[in-house]
């Protein structure tokens, strides 16, 4: 730190402050070490994981870093293997796509663009359907024999699967689904799209508001699912033990990926990617790689909601926002957190889901409040889109086929080429190479 602090100096003499922000050791209370201060000295190389994330680290988070080492920082935007999101999770696709364009593009993602070619054959368009709603059906199975719940393949499959923290807002999507068992409570007869919503995800062992976000949901879905008004219209879920290779069974079998995190919190996400590719459309904020994602897909092939990073920064250092005016001001927001807040998903209990509308009510750091109307007219788009199936299938089959970016060849080549300075090699295979990974097989 003395050396580091020299530097520091000699490039800006007298400024004191700076000294104090750079510093590897936090003096301004009890003394600890910044670990990322520290990284940034010992590494030749920072980068960002998605463009906006990048941007961040530079004019934000690491600012006085990116002023004294500029040509230290890039931005690598992450990938994931289509070897296992796609070939080994999605056998059906794999075989479609291979029967059109060859499989090249398990190699090589970008090739999937040569679906394009195909997103005017009518044909292709029916046998695309017919391959999401066998995957779904699929998971329909799987959830009657695990819960005991029926759910319809032909409903819109509504999934949001990650970690459980509020700055993803898995209860941002709850207020969604209560919002529509209010519309159904208040008109029976409504006409609503039918829709399946499936969370899967873990809440970390000591964090309590994830833990709390997760009872909601079961407390919801065992009231939904059983009330007669509902008439099998909407059916939640919650998918308990979420992971790795049971996330591999549940990305294929959406329509819709929920990627709703507050602007500026996601790094890049990885699951948002997952789902596009196995031909889900995405409903989203401008976050991490959602907008790498939209950019390329095309924005009309993208439903996007909620404030931007440059607005969230804005309302909050304003200093004047106020989530109880969102709530004084939107009759049907009133009337969702009301019902939480009377303790009709707790069997009359007042006080279980308290903490939560007094952290919604009162603080909403992650901004639920200030999205909500936003992301609930974005949801009844997404519902008047669904209803047109063709058109529809149109639009994930453009997801697909302008995915390629999102590999994980890509993303770790230009780690090779731009950072590493390293080439590749070439590995002798056997003929005709075998993946096995946790029971499913493959070849490649
Ligand atoms: C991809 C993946 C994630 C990351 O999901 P995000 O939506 O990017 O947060 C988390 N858990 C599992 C099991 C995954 O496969």
Known sequence: NKYFLDDVRLKYPDDFDRIRRMSLIDEDGERYVRMAHL????????????????????QDVLRDFYEMYPEKFSNKTNGVTPRRFIVLSNPRLTKLINSKIGDNWIKNLEDLRKLEAFVDDPEFRQEFRQIKHAIKQDLATYIKQQYDITVDPNSLFDIQAKRFHEYKRQHLNTLHIITLYNRIKANPDIDITPRTFLFGGKAAPGYYMAKLMIKLITAVSEVVNRDPDVRDRIKVLFLKDYNVKFAQRVYPAADLSEQISTAGKEASGTGNMKFALNGALTIGTLDGANVEIREEVGEENFFLCGLTTEEVYALKASGKYNPRQYYENNAELKKVIDRIASGFFSHGDTELFKPMIDSLLNRDEYLLLADYQSYIECQDRVSQAYRDQDRWTRMAILNVARMGKFSSDRSIHDYCTDL??????????????????DGLSGSI
Not at 420 to 437: C, F, G, T
């Open 420 to 437: 590493w300075h390293i080439q590749p090699i070439n590995v002798e295979l056997e003929e005709d190479a075998h993946v096995k990974i």
């Open 39 to 58: 990284a940034c000295v010992g590494s030749h190389a920072i980068n960002g994981v998605a463009a906006l994330h990048s941007e961040l680290l530079k």
